[in-house]
């Protein structure tokens, strides 16, 4: 079974909202953990990645932790913008390997 | 610079038939990957190749699906007797090693009749 699980989409908030993506993983050892992003006509790519317990990540006003006692990797942003609308996908890459395993992807709408 | 290429970016095949999927990585990505993406799901991981060798192969779903680096630059995969469950975007990613992010190209969206 897939060892990535993500919050349910769609979600749909306002401007300016809170938003926080769950997303928890099953693995031995330490995995690296990421959060990608698909913008609407375009390819995947990185948006912020952990590689040890307890590392936060951050881009363009994202986050998120790495929790090794939950087994988590939440995405958040305090305040989120139209821009932000896309589809976003947790993955996690076990130690040693080179094989990235994703989430099932959330879809996020932001309403102006 | 340039980024991840693939071609085509669709390619509509009756059941039967057999298609090659083609990927140009980043110049200089040693690492290369093949996912396929089906709709509302996550890429799923089918092969990486470090080089020109297959380092990885564990995600193929069976044998009528292949992959080559012959040069360790282009890879194409290929896909023999195709079935409507083949269907789907085919994703190829790049990167410098074997530990640092994927770059991804647009995908080829494969619709098979």
């Known amino acids: 079974g897939n060892s990535v699980t993500q919050m349910e989409g769609p979600v749909t908030l306002s401007e300016e909202a809170f938003l926080t993506i769950n997303c928890t993983y099953t693995?031995?050892?330490?995995?690296?953990l990421f959060w990608y992003v698909q913008y609407p006509g375009e390819g995947l790519q990185l948006l912020l990645k952990?590689?040890?317990?307890?590392d936060k990540g951050s881009n363009k006003g994202f986050e998120a932790t790495y929790r090794k006692e939950t087994t988590s990797f939440h995405l958040e942003k305090g305040s989120v913008q139209v821009s932000d609308s896309a589809v976003y996908f947790c993955?996690?890459?076990?130690?040693?390997?080179?094989?990235?395993?994703f989430g099932q992807g959330t879809r996020l709408t932001i309403n102006p | 610079g340039a980024g991840v290429s693939q071609t085509p970016s669709n390619k509509v095949t009756e059941k039967g038939k057999y298609v090659e999927l083609r990927c140009d990585p980043i110049?200089?990505?040693?690492?290369l990957y093949w996912y396929r993406q089906s709709l509302g799901q996550g890429p799923e991981f089918l092969i990486y190749?470090?080089?020109?060798?297959?380092?990885?192969d564990s995600g193929l779903p069976n044998d009528r699906f292949f992959a080559v680096r012959p040069e360790g630059s282009v890879s194409t995969l290929k896909i023999q007797r195709t079935e409507r469950g083949d269907s789907a975007v085919y994703l190829c990613?790049?990167?410098?090693?074997?530990?640092?992010?994927?770059?991804f190209g647009n995908g080829t969206r494969l619709t098979v009749t």
């Open positions: 990613a790049s990167s410098t090693a074997s530990d640092s992010p994927l770059h």
């Open positions: 693995a031995t050892g330490y995995p690296s």
């Open positions: 952990a590689t040890k317990a307890d």
């Open positions: 993955g996690r890459r076990v130690q040693g390997a080179q094989k990235l395993v």
């Open positions: 110049s200089g990505h040693t690492a």
């Open positions: 190749f470090q080089g020109t060798g297959a380092a990885d």
